[in-house]
């Protein structure tokens, strides 16, 4: 049996979290267009009982750049998930991903990060509840902080 060494994702527009059109220095949401990437899973949650399908997933991100330069540099990047189409109440973290220079990750004897296409698995199932929507969270620290991502949502097929 061959085992394969890395696997493609069919992009959807509909999916996109961050469209690499800027790199980010601060902590806050990914961008799409200059607005927060809110990906909404569909389903219907004014409903009783409510309307929501488990989806089971990855955020596909593709790291373009990123500065580790002075030593510091840190990246937190969280698949967040929520019931408010702004993402402002009820937030919970679905999966995330640490980079950034070896020494200021939580992650014992981790290498440096590179640019390349990381990819997190998550459901927007958790405890029971279902969560519509999906944006990434990006929490950076550092001296000179510096990341650049496209990033997007494929659905992972069924078994």
């Avoid at 493609?8 to 980010?24: E, R």
């Avoid at 373009?64 to 030593?71: P, V």
Wanted: net charge negative.
């Amino acid at each position: 049996m061959t085992v394969p060494q890395s696997r493609s994702y069919t992009f959807d527009a509909n999916a996109l979290l961050s469209d690499n059109a800027a790199a980010y220095t601060a902590s806050g949401y990914g961008q799409v267009n200059g607005a927060n990437g809110i990906v909404d899973l569909g389903g219907n949650q004014s409903t009783t009982p409510k309307q929501q399908a488990r989806i089971d997933a990855v955020a596909v991100i593709q790291v373009t750049a990123i500065d580790i330069a002075t030593g510091d540099e840190g990246y937190k990047i969280l698949v967040v998930g929520s019931n408010a189409s702004d993402m402002s109440t009820g937030n919970i973290c679905l999966g995330s991903i640490q980079l950034g220079k070896a020494a200021h990750t939580d992650v014992p004897t981790a290498p440096d990060s590179t640019t390349g296409t990381y990819e997190v698995p998550f459901s927007n199932e958790q405890a029971g509840v279902f969560y519509e929507y999906v944006a990434l969270y990006l929490v950076i620290a550092g001296t000179t902080p510096s990341i650049s991502l496209f990033s997007f949502i494929a659905v992972l097929p069924e078994p």
